[in-house]
């Protein structure tokens, strides 16, 4: 598998300019990204930027924390499709899965997975996994098998740890075959994208894309 096709290149830091989308859209059409992910804020220009390639555009939604309410996050996921994103991020609600009010965390991933089912977009849950027991992730696993979401996510990238193939092998194993893996969190070279693809991973979220392509052809 061609590593640079299962990236999202991503830039979310809270200072990021349109300088800085304009710069990681180019270098997605240079590289062949299979995605950009991007702050909501600057949809609508990478996406005109990208109109005339198969490069898709992800944004986030309820990021990083995950608490907003399910109402707002619906309303994010709705003005992102309309700006024409391709892909929601969407962090679940971490509040709510540690007071282990299940049925609100059910309604909120299946109120943002419809959202974006009913235009056609594809929707990847952030499980933000460091902060989650084992019991948890299994209720997490169970609600999307159930919902059937099209990613999970393993994490928002802004914990400051890095992604454990361990747990992305825990994910393949909880998980529907239907249902993919996005690692995400402290991926910064080709060998760390490569184990987490061995360990079950579908697409990759890294900020250092251009880096870990260069170390390919190096």
Request: hydrophobic content about 40%; glycine content about 4%.
């Given at each position: 598998?061609?590593?640079?096709?299962?990236?999202?290149?991503?830039?979310?830091?809270?200072?990021?300019?349109?300088?800085?989308v304009?710069?990681?859209?180019?270098?997605?059409?240079?590289?062949?990204?299979?995605?950009?992910?991007?702050?909501?804020?600057?949809?609508?220009?990478?996406?005109?930027?990208?109109?005339?390639?198969?490069?898709?555009?992800?944004?986030?939604?309820?990021?990083?924390?995950?608490?907003s309410?399910?109402?707002?996050?619906?309303?994010?996921?709705?003005?992102?499709?309309?700006?024409?994103?391709?892909?929601?991020?969407?962090v679940?609600?971490?509040?709510?899965i540690?007071?282990?009010?299940?049925a609100?965390?059910?309604?909120?991933?299946?109120?943002?997975?419809?959202?974006?089912?009913?235009?056609?977009?594809?929707?990847?849950?952030?499980?933000?996994?460091?902060l989650?027991?084992?019991?948890?992730?299994?209720?997490?696993?169970?609600i999307?098998?159930e919902?059937?979401?099209n990613?999970?996510?393993?994490?928002?990238g802004?914990?400051?740890?890095?992604?454990?193939?361990?747990?992305?092998?825990?994910?393949?194993s909880?998980?529907k075959?239907?249902?993919?893996?996005?690692?995400?969190?402290?991926?910064?070279?080709?060998?760390?994208?490569?184990?987490?693809?061995?360990?079950?991973?579908d697409?990759i979220?890294?900020?250092?894309s251009?880096?870990?392509?260069?170390?390919i052809?190096?």
């Open positions: 598998m061609e590593i640079a096709s299962i990236i999202d290149h991503t830039i979310l830091k809270s200072n990021c300019t349109s300088e800085d304009e710069r990681i859209c180019d270098e997605a059409i240079r590289h062949g990204f299979k995605a950009v992910c991007i702050p909501p804020y600057f949809v609508k220009n990478a996406s005109r930027l990208l109109e005339d390639h198969m490069i898709k555009v992800a944004t986030v939604v309820g990021f990083p924390m995950g608490y309410t399910i109402p707002a996050k619906v309303e994010e996921v709705k003005r992102a499709i309309n700006d024409g994103a391709d892909e929601i991020d969407a679940v609600n971490i509040c709510a540690k007071e282990k009010d299940w609100y965390v059910k309604n909120d991933i299946d109120s943002l997975t419809r959202a974006s089912h009913l235009k056609g977009k594809i929707i990847k849950l952030i499980f933000e996994v460091e989650l027991t084992s019991e948890e992730i299994n209720k997490l696993c169970e999307c098998n919902i059937e979401v990613f999970v996510k393993t994490s928002t802004f914990s400051g740890t890095e992604t454990d193939p361990k747990i992305i092998r825990i994910l393949r909880k998980l075959p239907s249902i993919k893996i996005k690692a995400s969190g402290g991926i910064r070279t080709l060998n760390a994208a490569t184990a987490a693809v061995e360990a079950g991973a697409r979220g890294c900020a250092a251009v880096s870990i392509v260069r170390t052809h190096a």
